[in-house]
């Protein structure tokens, strides 16, 4: 097999040894299998020192980075506009964001065809070969692609809701970007819901053949199946472990210096639910005055997409809530949330995992959630306090599952989770982390290309 994985971004950056890989989820996956059988990674590029294509590594290649080059306007257009201010918040079911600016779509018809090209360019249709798109940057170049090449095997992994069929169709061209997908093989998608979304969608809005999960529509057949995303389980159990993780876990709680330290990790993002998490622990301490002084809430917004003005307010409102918070309720020396608006390496996330009581992961909506499964495989007898709107709820029945809008049953599920018994944390914990060790990313990426 050759395998041709096109993502918004490429997996390389410039580091001040040269070349290296940029650190994340998918490209945790998907390298291995690229180092293994070669092949091509198409993305774009924003340092402008990357050629249009490089061989990685210089010295002793394995596959081979395309990058198509996007000017400020494309950029603004395709990634800013259509994917970041139309797909991302239509998919999340905040469609107040919506921004339905018709020169969005255009540029991301224009982009969505380069990169096609790009695709068509690198590969020549042979039996053995395999297309990979990643994410809702790319609905139209799965049409393209399969336009040149009939036999071609393209597989697509969408990795934010599918939203219901009645929201996706608010989109003007709802349509064009169905018939786009449906040049897939193969669509993935993290839980069951979104693969009945998207099977109702393509047979309500384009008048699509459906049988069970099977799609046919202009003489071609898509499958639409759940493959749950994981984390890298072995490396996250490794680092967890590590003695000096709980060092830092220790100097951190000392930090805090609360008995009861609760946490939450998120980009910061309107989708993941940090305005509302934070007026549920005001909530919380109104209501619970014996907790004053007893618990710490230590929140991360690490800085996301901050050019767009909706991420610019939400930033200001949890701003201001914090602030409110701190002035309402500090004393001495405590400080009820400590917040901090910056990134983290790995290896500091994983300690806050392990020294917290509680996390609480509470996105009004979210595709899978991969903190979760970090928290839950850092953990020792930490409590999850999930939104029962992501894709992991589906999978992790044994989390405290709230619902994200409802600030009484959030301020409720904080109080339950600083008061379970040790016995029922370890029995909960055990059964989350079962599920987490199966979901491992590696076998994500193995599962999908075998289903391809
Ligand atoms: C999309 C979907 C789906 C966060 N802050 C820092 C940092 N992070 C890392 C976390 C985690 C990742 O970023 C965030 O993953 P999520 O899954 O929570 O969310 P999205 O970025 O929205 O991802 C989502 C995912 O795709 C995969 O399919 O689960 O639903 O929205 O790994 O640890 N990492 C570091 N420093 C930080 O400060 N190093």
Not at 185 to 208: K, Q, W
Not at 226 to 249: C, L, N, Q, T, Y
Not at 335 to 356: G, I
């Amino acid at each position: 097999m050759s395998l041709t994985v096109v993502a918004n971004r490429v997996p390389i950056r410039q580091t001040d040894d040269g070349w290296g890989i940029s650190v994340g989820g998918l490209t945790t996956a998907l390298l291995p299998v690229l180092e293994e059988q070669g092949g091509t990674w198409v993305g774009m590029g924003e340092e402008p020192e990357l050629s249009e294509r490089q061989e990685y590594p210089a010295d002793d290649p394995n596959f081979v980075v395309r990058r198509v080059p996007l000017s400020t306007e494309e950029l603004d257009g395709y990634y800013y506009g259509m994917a970041n201010q139309i797909l991302w918040p239509l998919s999340h079911y905040l469609i107040q964001h919506l921004e339905l600016n018709r020169d969005f779509i255009d540029t991301y018809r224009s982009v969505n065809e380069r990169f096609a090209e790009a695709v068509l360019e690198e590969t020549d249709g042979g039996g053995d070969e395999v297309i990979w798109i990643q994410d809702y940057h790319q609905m139209l170049s799965p049409g393209h692609i399969r336009a040149e090449r009939p036999e071609a095997t393209i597989g697509h992994f969408w990795h934010i809701p599918w939203p219901a069929m009645e929201v996706f169709r608010i989109l003007p061209w709802a349509r064009e970007l169905l018939r786009g997908m449906l040049g897939c093989d193969l669509i993935g998608f993290h839980v069951e819901e979104y693969v009945d979304n998207f099977v109702e969608s393509a047979e309500t809005l384009l008048g699509a053949g459906v049988d069970g999960n099977v799609i046919r529509y202009n003489g071609h057949e898509t499958r639409a199946e759940a493959h749950p995303i994981g984390i890298e389980v072995d490396r996250f159990k490794e680092m967890a472990h590590d003695p000096s993780i709980e060092e830092e876990a220790q100097k951190f709680r000392e930090r805090m210096g609360t008995d009861n330290i609760v946490i939450g990790i998120d980009r910061l993002d309107y989708t993941k639910g940090i305005h509302s998490r934070m007026l549920a622990f005001e909530k919380f301490l109104e209501e619970n005055p014996e907790y004053h002084g007893e618990v710490s809430f230590f929140q991360i917004a690490t800085p996301s997409r901050t050019e767009l003005e909706s991420y610019q307010k939400i930033r200001r409102e949890v701003d201001e809530v914090v602030g409110r918070i701190n002035g309402r309720f500090a004393r001495n020396s405590w400080v009820p949330v400590n917040y901090r608006y910056r990134t983290y390496t790995q290896y500091e996330l994983c300690a806050f995992y392990r020294a917290a009581d509680a996390a609480l992961i509470t996105p009004l909506r979210d595709g899978m959630n991969v903190v979760t499964q970090e928290f839950i495989t850092a953990s020792q007898d930490g409590v999850l306090i999930l939104s029962e709107l992501t894709g992991a709820a589906y999978l992790l029945p044994e989390a405290l599952q709230v619902n994200p809008y409802d600030l009484n049953g959030l301020a409720e599920a904080i109080k339950t989770a600083l008061e379970m018994p040790l016995d029922e944390k370890e029995e909960r914990l055990e059964g989350l982390k079962q599920t987490v060790d199966t979901l491992d990313v590696h076998n994500w990426a193995g599962n999908f290309l075998d289903a391809l």
